[in-house]
């Protein structure tokens, strides 16, 4: 019962750390595999396998080495220089997904309500301010209520879309063979996006919990679920012409099939990018205190404005431009894990 319930935790957090504000609006999944139709469920299970096969190698090689943090864990996987720039590298990562979640806090305030960009952003920069000057304790508990509810309700609309007429025709329709080879580098891109990131979780759960038996099947139910929210996201997002046409393709879907629950799933999506704001400047801050001794207000300050001026660009552009470049990138963290012994008991590499 121990080893059960331990592994349920770290898959709880492992699915709450990859479902973002980008999964939540849909347009993440439709940058990465929706677009590319039939391939793109085939993209979906290889992505799955990587979850599962590699998110827990992440875990077991912390265990191995004793990583408290993800630089410890990186130094490891690209020794001393090179992973001095993967940091750096992580630090320009989460300020590119801050300026994608401030960008969509935007874009949901005008898709979605009609209101200006700028009030979607004032509404959110002084929340964020608002937060990190309070404290950011509660906020994080808001995701043990958001990812649950955000399931939830994509199971909802999964039902709701098996009404659509030829839906089945449409996600089984396989296109030109050329899109195929884009879709397999999506997998792997988006794969190597999500956990560069996520071992930042990771990591030190994985030393915490110091049991291999636990993380490896926290591991495998955290990606199977993952798998299963991607597919169903997919048969989701396929239940409508075009979903790339817009910025917040799940949102349109929920207005037409369940107006019900419309407002409430606004609410979740916002939560979702908030959340996912806030979390991601925390991080940057923690890793700018390594390099300089800056009081906190500065750091904000600063780290809202240039996050503020590269949200200048809309919601879907910027994420369809960010995330997949940050994928490409972060392939070389994904084959250098992968090329890693399964079991070792080195201290430093």
């Known amino acids: 019962m121990k080893k059960w319930t331990g592994a349920l935790q770290v898959a709880a957090v492992y699915v709450g750390t990859v479902i973002g504000a980008g999964f939540a609006t849909g347009r993440e999944i439709v940058e990465f595999f929706t677009q590319y139709e039939f391939w793109g469920l085939v993209s979906i299970l290889l992505a799955g396998f990587l979850f599962i096969f590699l998110g827990t190698k992440i875990m077991i090689k912390a265990i191995d080495i004793q990583a408290t943090s993800f630089e410890e864990f990186n130094e490891y996987l690209f020794g001393k220089i090179f992973s001095k720039i993967m940091n750096v590298f992580t630090m320009v990562m989460l300020i590119g997904v801050c300026a994608v979640m401030l960008s969509g806090a935007e874009a949901l305030f005008k898709e979605q309500l009609g209101f200006s960009h700028t009030i979607g952003s004032v509404i959110t920069i002084a929340l964020a301010l608002l937060v990190m000057a309070v404290g950011v304790k509660g906020l994080f508990a808001v995701n043990t209520f958001v990812v649950p509810m955000l399931i939830f309700f994509n199971l909802i609309l999964l039902l709701r879309s098996f009404e659509s007429e030829n839906l089945f025709i449409s996600i089984l329709t396989i296109p030109e063979v050329s899109i195929s080879i884009k879709a397999i580098i999506a997998a792997f891109s988006y794969a190597a996006f999500n956990l560069a990131l996520a071992q930042a979780v990771l990591v030190p759960i994985a030393v915490e919990i110091n049991e291999k038996s636990i993380v490896k099947l926290g591991g495998f139910i955290g990606g199977l679920i993952l798998t ?8 989701i997002l396929k239940s409508i012409p075009n ?3 817009f910025d917040i393709p799940m949102a349109v879907i929920v207005k037409g099939a369940a107006s019900g629950i419309y407002f409430i799933y606004l609410l979740i999506i916002y939560g979702e990018i908030f959340t996912s704001l806030i979390g991601n400047m925390y991080g940057l801050e923690r890793q700018i205190r390594r ?7 500065w750091i904000h300050g600063c780290v809202i404005f240039c996050v503020y001026i590269i949200s200048r ?12 470049t940050f994928g490409y990138i972060s392939l070389l963290f994904l084959l250098i894990l992968w090329m890693k012994p ?5 201290k430093d590499g």
């Open 228 to 235: 299963m929210i991607l597919i169903s996201s997919h048969i």
């Open 291 to 297: 390099y300089a001794a800056i009081q906190s207000f």
């Open 243 to 245: 979903p790339i046409l």
């Open 313 to 324: 660009v809309e919601y879907g552009k910027l994420l369809g431009m960010l995330y997949p």
């Open 342 to 346: 399964e079991s070792s008991n080195e």
